[in-house]
């Protein structure tokens, strides 16, 4: 038997203990969780610094180094995380539809877990904790193949949550860690019919794509982030500066900050300057139309790859566009369909955009930053699905069930 199909077993075998538990005994198990990220805090932080230390040598950038970084504030926030999905209200076997057919047939849509989801992603340590927690709390059971990058950060979260769960009567084998850096080992996880319910993979282009292409169990494909900000001729300037420099430099190795900046034509003039002099403070090369390189001479004159590029890093592109028609019709040819945003006073504008816009989720005034499970209070997300079957946008718990019909009867046979 490979390693990776006693790994499946084995949470198949935690799933069902899991789904069994009750919503109390998820609850509680949850919980532990959190108190086992706090109480091992330190034991967390310095195997976190092995991989660290280790990126830096291989030269890895800022950004994506951040995405790696964990501190007592990020180690904080995942156990705060996992303290609103125990608290969120428990969705399994809730009824989502019920009718009575004539023939006295009661009918029932209710909401059941997947069984077992594996979840194959990269960097960012802090999904370990999230999946965990969200899968738990959703009465499935979850194998975690995190990447190498973060191989120290995640055995020891890992360790710390089954430990945790045991403390509740919730096996450990509810939260799994595929380990094996061999990227066949993912592969078979991938088509593991019959083993594994949902894969779901959170990454770069590349991991995304080898999921989909890969995968014979079902997947739900959490996309890259090409997002755009649109500062409408009926923009607040101000606030579109305050927008942009949010969207852009808060975090900017992560899929929700944007990678282009539209401009309407008229306000141009009026708002390139000053915006393009901010980014630059604050270490952000600027890449731009001939438009926008009109206003601004100095600007890296952008190519047809800027438009389509997740740069994950202080890279902006910026492009002059003449109306709205030309920002949706930019937007839906090379965005992602992640998160885009209009800046506009102009409210029948604002519907427009938010309407025509093909993308997980739009914005109207704010900054796409907020497309976060935390930020949309689902406590944690297990990623931000892009497609369209059967979840988009940030999943939380109701992302993570299915259903089944239960139907009850007196005897009833089919004439």
């Known amino acids: 038997m490979t390693l990776v199909k006693e790994l499946a077993l084995r949470a198949k075998e935690a799933s069902g203990k899991v789904a069994a538990a009750g919503p109390e005994a998820r609850q509680k198990g949850v919980l532990a969780m959190a108190r086992g990220l706090e ?11 092995e991989d660290v230390a280790a990126a830096r040598e291989r030269g890895v950038r800022p950004e994506l ?4 970084q964990l501190s007592e504030r990020r180690v904080a926030e995942m156990a705060e995380g996992l303290r609103q999905v125990a608290g969120l209200p428990d969705v399994i ?15 029932e849509k209710v909401r059941v877990p997947f069984g077992v989801v ?28 995190g990447g190498s990058d973060a191989l120290h950060s995640n055995r020891a979260i890992v360790t710390v949550l089954r430990a ?30 019959g083993l594994v319910d949902l894969v779901i993979p959170r990454g770069g282009a590349g991991l995304i794509q080898h999921v989909v292409e890969t995968a014979t169990v079902p997947v739900i494909e959490t996309g890259v982030g090409n997002c755009h900000l649109y500062v409408d001729q009926a923009a607040d300037l101000d606030m579109a500066s305050a927008l942009t420099i949010n969207a852009k430099t808060q975090r900017p190795g992560v899929c929700n900050a944007i990678e282009t900046l539209l401009v309407h034509e008229a306000v141009a003039d009026a708002f390139l300057p000053g915006i393009v002099a901010s980014l630059r403070e604050r270490g952000v090369e600027v890449r ?10 100095d600007v890296v004159p952008a190519g047809e790859e800027d438009w389509a590029t997740e740069y994950l890093g202080l890279i902006l ?12 019709e930019h937007i839906n ?36 930053r907020f497309t976060d499970g935390f930020q949309f209070g689902f406590g944690a997300e297990i990623g931000i699905s892009t497609q369209k079957l059967h979840a988009r946008g940030p999943m939380g718990l109701k992302e993570l069930t299915t259903y089944k019909y239960v139907i009850r009867g007196r005897g009833q046979v089919r004439p």
């Open 93 to 107: 076997g809730e009824v989502l539809e019920a009718w009575q057919q004539k023939d006295g047939l009661w009918i």
């Open 39 to 49: 109480e091992h805090v330190s034991k967390i932080l310095a195997a976190n610094e």
């Open 65 to 68: 180094l951040d995405r790696l």
């Open 288 to 297: 731009g139309c001939p438009r926008t390189r009109d206003v601004v001479p």
């Open 333 to 368: 040819r090379y965005g992602t369909h992640h998160s885009e945003s209009i800046v506009t006073e102009d409210k029948e504008a604002a519907e427009r955009f938010l309407r025509e816009v093909d993308a997980a989720a739009v914005y109207h005034n704010a900054s796409t």
């Open 118 to 145: 594996g979840m194959v992603y990269e960097s960012r340590p802090n999904v370990t904790a999230d999946a965990a927690g969200l899968v738990v709390k959703a009465g499935s059971a979850a194998i975690l193949r």
């Open 164 to 193: 945790s769960l045991e403390t509740e009567g919730i096996p450990a084998d509810a939260v799994i860690l595929l380990d094996d850096p061999d990227r066949r080992a993912v592969d078979e996880l991938l088509t593991a019919k």
């Open 317 to 328: 592109a910026v492009r002059v566009v003449p109306d709205l028609p030309s920002a949706i």
